[in-house]
């Protein structure tokens, strides 16, 4: 079966630092892979989506950059973290044979970055 | 602009009934709904999802309806219990668009 991994669980770092957070997919071969944003009582931003190495798609302009390295690798970072960067960082697949982009996304257990 | 949303931003419900939770749309494109359920902490988990082709759909203990005519989507969960308790939302989108967030339902079950 297919799982989704996602590191960091949680992060605190300083305005201004750098900023990795990666996503692996297990079980399944060139998935459409997906960052989202949550921000406190609200819903879910996406942020970058990639249907290939190589290949991604930026759906809101920011301080952040995705890139896709390996088929099953999905990397979001910045180089410099403002405050407004702090949330809850939702990595995402979904399986390309099955309906149209963007439908059944799988979601993994999230990054909570704080920046201070 | 067109958005998703929420008749009701919090629902209590007692341990065994039924819960409803309702979603309104404006787009009136959208082909595809999907519902997840959000523990606190963690990542989204995919419930249910339905075509515009479709007016219900069952799964296990959920069922989802569509009213495309009023622009609504409601997930009904039988016989509730405390494992149900989280934040729920809706999505949509319309052809290859990304999908559209709603900004939640918190269900909690009263044991």
């Known amino acids: 079966s297919q799982t989704i991994h996602q590191w960091p669980a949680t992060l605190v770092q300083p305005v201004g630092s750098p900023l990795s957070l990666e996503c692996t997919v297990e079980?399944?071969?060139?998935?459409?892979l997906y960052w989202y944003r949550q921000a406190a009582g609200r819903g879910l931003q996406l942020l970058f989506y990639?249907?290939?190495?190589?290949?991604i798609s930026s759906e809101v302009p920011q301080n952040l950059s995705a890139s896709r390295p390996q088929d099953r690798q999905f990397i979001l970072s910045s180089k410099k973290l403002l405050l407004s960067d702090s949330g809850f960082y939702l990595c995402?697949?979904?399986?390309?044979?099955?309906?149209?982009?963007?439908?059944?996304?799988?979601f993994g257990s999230g990054t909570q970055l704080s920046v201070l | 602009g067109e958005s998703v949303g929420l008749h009701l931003p919090t629902l209590s419900v007692q341990e065994g009934d039924n819960s409803i939770i309702n979603c309104a749309y404006s787009?009136?494109?959208?082909?595809?709904f999907i519902w997840y359920k959000q523990e606190s902490g963690k990542g989204p988990q995919f419930i249910i999802d339905?075509?515009?082709?479709?007016d219900k759909r069952q799964g296990q203990r959920v069922t989802v309806l569509l009213n495309k005519t009023v622009k609504h989507l409601s997930l009904q969960i039988a016989a509730t219990q405390p494992g149900d308790s989280a934040v729920y939302f809706c999505?949509?989108?319309?052809?290859?668009?990304?999908?559209?967030f709603g900004k939640g339902t918190r269900l909690s079950v009263i044991a």
């Open positions: 079980g399944t071969s060139n998935p459409n």
């Open positions: 995402a697949w979904r399986e390309p044979s099955t309906g149209q982009l963007h439908e059944k996304l799988f």
């Open positions: 990639s249907v290939g190495i190589g290949q």
């Open positions: 339905i075509r515009s082709n479709m």
């Open positions: 787009n009136s494109a959208s082909d595809y």
């Open positions: 999505a949509e989108k319309g052809g290859n668009t990304p999908l559209v």
